[in-house]
Structures are given as C-alpha cells and as structure tokens.
C-alpha cells in the first residue's frame, strides 16, 4: 500500500516543515507581551491600592493588611505543602519491593510506570497546588491573627469558666483557625499517603481481609493519632465553646451562653470525651510498635459511641426529664447570666426604666404652656421634603439632593439651638446637559453648597424656611468652602486640576470655571500611573488624552462610607453619614463601630435586620447587612471632608477593648478624643443604627428579673410605622424634655408597643448630644398596663377616621393631589403623652410636598389646624377653665375627675401604690405578692371610680 505521504498515484507528496524563524519569533513575541500583560494587569490593582492609600494618608493600613496576608500565605501555605510533600514522600519510600505482585498490583503497574519518569514534577505540582489554596484561606483569616496577636485585656471575666472576655472575643476563634487548619492537613496528608502506599502495595484492598505492610501501618497509624489527637483538642475548645454557643430557647429567639443541660450535661460530656480521645490517640501511637490496627480501632469505636451516647443521648434525658418538668427554676441562674451578660455588651446596663401614669390631671393652661417647651416640635420630615428641596434649591439639573435629607442641630445668632434639616447639592452626572466622557469625569465633578432649613417652622405656603439657600450660598453658616467632591451620590471618578476647568457653579452672569487646589487624589502626571488606572478604570482614553497634563488627579472612592471602609477595614460603618459645617469647611459625620460575635453569654443580633426601618432606602443603606454580632460599641467617630476627601478618625468610647486591640495593630491611625474640637463636637450625635440595635434588643432585655423575663409578660415590640405598612417606625431626632429636665437636649426617641397589641408599653429616648455630660443616657418611660395610652398606629387609625379629618383631606385631593403624612412624634407632656403629625399635600401641578395642615393628638382630644399653634390651642383650650387641676385632659382614654375630693387623692395614691407593688413582686419573681398587688391595684381602680362617679 502506498504511503500517502510520499506522492505517487494517491496524491502529491505534503511536507509539514517547522515554522520559520520570523514566524517563530513573532510567535514567541506574542506570548511574551500577553505574559506581560497579564502581569500588568495583575499589578495593577496592587499599584492602584498603593497609590490611593497613599494620596489618603493611610500608607500603614494598606502595608499591614498586606504584609499580614502575605505573612499568613506564606507560613500556611509552605505549611501545608511541607506535610503533603513530606506525607507523600514518606510513603513513597517506605514502598515495599514489587516482586511477586498480586493481580491487583499488577492492574496499577502501569500507573506506576506511566508516572515515574514525572515524580517529582507530580510532588511539586501537588504540593504547590495545596500551598496556594491553604494560603489563601489563611490569608482571608488575617483580622483575626491581628486580634488575637494584638488582644488587649477585657477586665471581665465569664460567669461560667472565670476567663477574661478577651479569650472568646481574641483568643479562641484563632485557636479554632488553627485546629481547623491541623485538621484540613492531617486529612490532606492521611489521604495522600493512603493513596501513594495503595499505588505502590503498601495497602491492599481488593485482596480477601485488607492488607497493609508494617511500614505504611505505622506511617498511616501516627497520622490517625494526630487526628483523633486534634479531636481530643476539639473537644477541649468546645468546653469553652459553649460559652459563645447559639442556641434555641423559650425565653429569647437568639440565645447565646450555657443553659442548665449544656453546664450539667454537655460541659462533662465534653471533658470526659477529651479523655477518650487522648487515650484513643496513645493507641493509635502505640502501633508503631506492635504493628496491629485492633487496640486503635477498638478504641476509636467506642469513642464514637461515647460520643453518641454521652455527648448526644445524655443530654437529651437530662433536658427531658430534669428540665422540662421545672423549666424556669432550673435555667433561672443561667438567664441571669445571659441578661446581665447582653445588657453590657450592648450597652443598655445603665439603661433606666421609669414608671410613667401616660395620663394627667394637669389643666389646659399648665399643658398648654408645657407643650411650647416641651419639644421642639419639628414640622419638616426629612423623609418627606427633598423633592421640596430639589424643586426650590436645585438651581441646576446637574444637582442632586439626597432622597432622605439629615437632621442636625445649630445655634442661631441669639444663640438658641435650632434643629434644622439640611442636604447637599451634590453633582448629579444623569442630568449633564450633554453626555460625554469629557463632561462627565473632567468638567461636572462637584457639587455645590449646604442647604439648611428650620425644622420647627413652614412659610404661609407650607414651603421649608431656608437659612441656607441658593448659589453661591447664603445664609446663617458664615463663609465655608462650598465645593461637594465627596458625597453619597458621588459615586463616579473624576480627574480634577490638569488643563480641563471645571464648572464650579452656573448664575445669570453664565458659567464659572474653576480648577481644583486640593491633593487627594492620584497623580496622573506619571504616565505609570495613567496606564494604570487607565485599566483600573477600563478607558484607554486615559492614555492619551490631552484633557490629562500636569497636576492632573484622578478622585475616586468618594462616597463617604467608601472612604471609611478603605482606611478602616476593621470597623463596621453606620449606614447614614450626615454633613455639618464644621468652621469654614463642610464634613461629613460617619459614625463607626466595634464588634465582635464572641462575647459569652450576651443574645446576638443580625445588624442588617435589626437595623432596618421605614426610612432605609438605597440612599441610606442598614449598617453592615446581614452580620451577626453579641457586641457593639460606638467607638469611632470619623469625618470626611466634602473638598479634600481628608478622613480623621477619632478615639471616641475611650474605654473599648476591641478599638484598643485594633489600635495596637494599626497604630497612628485613631487621634485621641481630645482632638475633637468644640465646632465638630457641637455636631456629634448618638447613631441611629446603635440606637435601633439597642431598642431591639430592649424589647426584651428591659426585663432584669430572670422570672419575668423567661414569662415573657413584659416583652414589647417594636411599632410599625403607620404609614408605611410592614416596616419597622423609624427613631426620630427631636430637641425635647424629659420628665423632670429644665431644658430640651437634642435627644433620639421611639416607641414600643406591649406584644401583639397597638396600645402604647413605653416611650424611650437618648440624650443624643455629644457634649452633654448625659450622652448617651438610654431612659425609658414604662407606662401601666391598666391605662390604654393609643400607640402610633391606633393614633394615625384614629386621624385617618375622623370625619371632619377624613372630609377635608378628601377636599385637599381633588385635583390629582396627594396626601403624604410626615413624622408622627411622640412627646411626653406632664403625665400624658402628646402626638403631632405634620400633613403634606404633594399639588400636580407643583410635584412637590408642601406641608398645609397639623394634627395633634393628645388622650381622646384631637386636633387638625393650619398650624401647630392652632392645633395645641384647640386640645389645651385656655378659656372658661373653672379652676381644678381636673379640668385636664387625662392623656388616655379615661377622664380625670377634680383633684379636690380627699377620698379621690388617697384613691389615686393608693392605685400609685399598689402599681409599685406589682412591678416590684414582678422583677423579684415573686407570683403571690404580685397576685396580692393585683388585687390591691384593682380595689384602688374602684374606689378611684367611684370618687369619680
């Protein structure tokens, strides 16, 4: 048969010859720039990171992260390549000779002979390939090598084991990256090994009753000790493992700490099966010398049945017939420990439960005037106004204010405070006259100015009264730079100070141009750098542009909570920064926390859900999504400067271990407190997420006797806001007065509601003011189950069905109008409670809210007038009053009869009285005393009945 390759009659004769030289070459070229370009490419995202930290400030977070990664890489990764290489070989060497080789062996022999001349290339390659996965997931672990290297002490030690809190919070989640990681390599090495000793007939498994040789049953034997030696480890930890347990639990959804069978039951459990384990690793050891499997295998038998039957079925008897039967009593020592333990680590131990009546007897003129100082009632929702802001301050359709606005506190020129609700005009790129690249990232690159509004006060048509307005800005602020380079809408790069000016501002004498004098950003003179961020940003534009010159900066990273996140990876950021006018810049306020997951015996919470209410939209997005967490603390308070992007952090809970821990590991990088000066520190407020962690968690933790909290008769819930069905209502900031304060202070307030009903359980509120001596002082007025004060949903119920109410708006509508209803606030007014809501009108032809009416509500009297003089005046009537302190409204759904009846005086005490004897029998867990003060309270309801007539 002809070869076809060699011509004749089947064809002409093909020769296949080897690429030429240039072909070659050029071949050649080409992988090396596509090796260099990979390269690049990978360099990229490093030098990019280098330079922007850098250009912050912040050169020492970027190389500690870095170097602690790389360290961790580095020491896991050769690790773990160091025992797979060594375990593969070791049980290469330790083959046995080949001669007379079964059937099964002789199947294998040409995997034998097909890996030989590669062994080592195999060895590397396996050993590289388990290095680079390992040091990767070391790598990802290096917050926690940083605490546990950098752990300072709690001063508190844990109930149970009598170890500082430090140890769960530093100490055991390292301990555990380490076992897990001695695990993961004794399993890898194990199977490895097993597998080199299979391949080469040191074990044999198809043959009748498995077969090893004495030489890969020692080897795999210490492998096995090592495991079960590193269970008998596991077990240990998990002794203290309990301590930061979740688990189920009648008394509270998110139980953490022992309960009475995990200290009974799983706690000896764990100990006896840590001595199990050792035992069963000795005899696994102990094969070395007598080459048998039976003692090993035995012991590791009944390991696992102890395992089962101690460490599973005896608990389970002990929760089933010790427990159950007696519940509360046997877990009443544990849930004092679980309150006292989450009341600290959330900060509500210093919390303050008052007993508030929620009615009053006081008369219309003592509640009238009361009402003028009792809050600054504030008219102007933040929620609710921006569309009212963009129409009347926009000025330009290249400016944006944000979709919820802020609410701050300022003195006016006669030095009042005044609570005012302020936005930024920032840059908003979707409404640039003409797209383009140019326009978009080196012409419209800023904002421009604060816009600043009295919270208490609308003009005649329901508009906000400015007190900062229009471009350029004017205003109470006082001279400021007014340019906005940093925002929460400012999500896109620019490139700032080359050739290209940039608008500053628009006004009836045409465009201003300006260029930018700041230094943060990256230079781009450095045609590195541009090639850089030219991939970095995917715009080969950058490369060539004539836009880009000398002094040319590119800004990126410009949202407030990105700029934090960056220089501060170990905090989590409170999800609603706010601007002030701090002396002649503009900054913004971001609040910053400290967590952990680990502090023993405190409930946890999921941050993302619990922080999550009516107002959280896009614009203002919840505090660290869907992290868990058993402590918190407020520990940072950092600025971002709205022109030079210039982020300072502050040291603000001075006594936080956690924030000391992460000082030590990046130091220099947290000023002391006492660089706060006095301008910044009159704009610092108490957080809202904290706030509504706080609250959440006060919903049941209000509670410190162990008996009440496990009957769960005092648990609250958290209202749903009225007007947004199915959320959560959100806190409100309010300047007001507490009962028994002389002057209003910038405070946070919310409601509770007892569970599964609408009525009111309690009014809480925090002095928000950071330089007041009572920062922070969580107070909480519990109202008498017995009087029915309306909580916020049954009071809008009560406004949307009132007939005169109902007309009026129906009224306002016509004509495709909307109605949109502010904030409901709640104000605590001598005994009683008082509510004012705020009513917009959004017309169809203006398309914006414009507040025209005021409802206000207090006890069954409502009122619904032009203006919340008027409407305070219509429920406090000041005229025909015949004298009584009775002539009041009583604040709930029962009147209050005059106060000059002596029988009625001693009724009332009497209903005080025993009032006081049920809540204190209740916090003592004494159930006959309080049946007792029951009866008591109930026999003094009568009496003050029938005084009443």
């Known amino acids: 048969m002809p070869d076809r390759g060699s011509g004749g009659p089947t064809g002409p004769r093909i020769r296949v010859g080897r690429p030429s030289r240039r072909a070659r070459t050029l071949l050649l070229t080409v992988g090396v720039l596509a090796v260099l370009a990979m390269l690049f490419v990978m360099f990229t995202g490093f030098w990019t990171d280098w330079l922007w930290y850098r250009s912050v400030g912040y050169r020492s977070v970027f190389t500690t992260t870095l170097w602690t990664k790389v360290g961790l890489f580095a020491v896991f990764g050769l690790l773990m390549a160091a025992v797979v290489g060594v375990n593969i070989w070791l049980a290469h060497r330790l083959r046995p000779p080949l001669s007379a080789m079964s059937l099964e062996q002789q199947s294998l022999d040409r995997y034998r002979m097909s890996i030989a001349p590669y062994k080592k290339w195999i060895l590397l390659g396996i050993s590289a390939v388990v290095a680079l996965i390992s040091g990767a997931s070391a790598a990802s672990q290096w917050r926690t090598w940083l605490m546990w290297v950098n752990g300072v002490s709690f001063g508190k030690t844990d109930p149970q084991f009598g170890k500082d809190i430090s140890f769960y919070s530093f100490d055991l989640p390292w301990y555990r990256f380490l076992l897990n990681f001695g695990f993961a390599a004794v399993v890898l090495g194990l199977l490895a090994a097993a597998l080199v000793h299979y391949l080469y007939g040191g074990l044999r498994v198809t043959t009748p009753g498995a077969r090893a040789t004495a030489q890969a049953t020692g080897h795999l034997s210490v492998l096995l000790g090592l495991f079960v030696a590193l269970k008998a480890v596991a077990y240990w930890l998990d002794r203290y493992g309990l301590a930061v347990k979740g688990s189920e639990f009648k008394a509270t959804d998110n139980w953490t700490g022992l309960k009475y069978v995990d200290a009974n039951a799983y706690l000896p459990a764990k100990t006896i099966l840590f001595i199990i384990a050792i035992i ?108 009212t802001y963009q129409q009347k301050q926009q000025v330009r359709g290249y400016y944006k204010f944000p979709s919820t606005l802020d609410v701050d506190s300022y003195t006016t020129k006669d030095g009042k405070e005044q609570d005012t609700v302020v936005g930024l005009r920032e840059i908003n790129t979707d409404g640039i006259p003409k797209k383009g690249w140019i326009n978009e990232h080196f012409k419209y690159t800023h904002g421009f100015g604060m816009v600043a509004g009295k919270g208490t006060e609308v003009n005649k048509d329901g508009e906000p009264v400015f007190t900062e307005k229009n471009l350029p800005p004017k205003g109470q602020l006082g001279d400021y730079e007014p340019r906005i380079y940093y925002g929460e809408n400012t999500k896109q790069y620019s490139i700032v100070g080359g050739p290209q000016q940039e608008l500053d501002y628009a006004d009836d004498s045409g465009e201003k141009t300006y260029t930018y004098k700041g230094d943060s950003g990256v230079d781009l003179s450095n045609p590195v750098n541009r090639a850089a961020y030219a991939v970095k940003f995917n715009e080969p534009r950058m490369l060539y542009s004539g836009a880009i010159g000398e002094g040319s900066q590119v800004l990126y990273n410009r949202t407030p909570q990105e700029r934090v996140e960056a220089v501060a990876p170990w905090l989590t950021i409170d999800g609603d920064p706010y601007p002030a006018v701090v002396g002649d810049k503009v900054k913004w306020i971001v609040d910053a926390y400290t967590t952990t997951n680990n502090y023993p015996y405190a409930s946890r919470t999921t941050l993302g859900d619990t922080t999550a209410d009516a107002l959280t939209d896009e614009q203002r997005s919840v505090v660290a999504q869907q992290n868990q967490v058993n402590y918190i603390r407020n520990s940072v308070k950092v600025t971002v400067d709205a022109y030079s992007g210039k982020v300072d952090m502050y040291q603000w809970d001075t006594k936080d271990p956690v924030l000391k821990t992460w000082m030590k590991a990046f130091p220099d990088t947290v000023k002391a407190k006492s660089e706060i000066g006095d301008e910044l520190m009159d704009h610092l407020r108490y957080p809202q997420d904290l706030f509504k962690v706080q609250r959440e968690l006060l919903t049941r933790y209000h509670v410190t006797s162990p008996g009440q909290f496990y009957s769960g008769s005092e648990r609250w819930q958290i209202p749903d806001d009225p007007t947004q069905e199915g959320n959560a209502v959100p806190p409100y900031y309010l300047s007001m007065k507490m009962p028994g304060e002389e002057k209003q202070t910038f405070s946070l307030t919310t409601t509770f509601n007892p569970v599964e009903r609408q009525t009111l359980g309690a009014f809480m509120a925090v002095d928000a003011n950071a330089g007041s001596a009572d920062y922070g002082e969580i107070t909480m007025l519990r109202l008498p189950s017995n009087t029915t004060v309306p909580g916020p949903q049954q009071v809008q119920s009560k406004i949307n069905s009132d007939p005169e109410i109902a007309n009026d708006l129906n009224i306002l509508k016509r004509g495709d109008s909307d109605i949109e209803y502010g904030n409901l606030l709640t104000v605590p007014l001598k005994g009683g409670l008082l509510y004012v809501e705020p009513i917009y009108l959004r017309g169809a032809d203006t398309n914006y809210p414009r507040m025209r009416k005021v409802v206000a509500t207090f006890g069954d009297k409502i009122a619904y007038e032009n203006t919340l003089a008027e409407a305070l005046n219509e429920i406090f009537p000041t005229d025909g009053e015949s004298g009584g302190e009775g002539d009041g409204d009583g604040g709930g759904e029962k009147d209050e009869p005059p106060a000059g009846d002596t029988s009625l005086k001693k009724a009332i005490q009497d209903v005080g009285d025993a009032w006081e004897k049920v809540n204190k029998a209740r916090e003592e867990g004494d159930w006959s005393a309080e049946g007792r003060a029951q009866e008591e309270l109930q026999e003094a309801i009568e009496r003050m009945n029938k005084a009443t007539g």
Do not use: H
């Open 280 to 387: 069963c690793a000795v005899l696994f050891f102990g094969t070395l010398w007598r080459r048998t499997w039976q003692l090993p295998v035995i012991g590791f038998g009944l390991m696992v049945l102890s395992a089962i039957l101690i460490g599973g079925l005896y608990p389970a008897i002990v929760q089933k017939f010790q427990v159950e039967p007696n519940e509360q009593a046997k877990e009443t020592p544990y849930i004092k420990k679980n309150i006292e333990a989450t009341r600290n680590a959330y900060g509500i131990d210093d919390a303050k439960v008052n007993n508030y009546p929620g009615t009053s007897d006081a008369k219309p003129t003592t509640l009238r005037d009361a009402a003028d100082t009792a809050a600054s009632m504030r008219l102007l929702d933040p929620n609710i106004v921006s569309p």
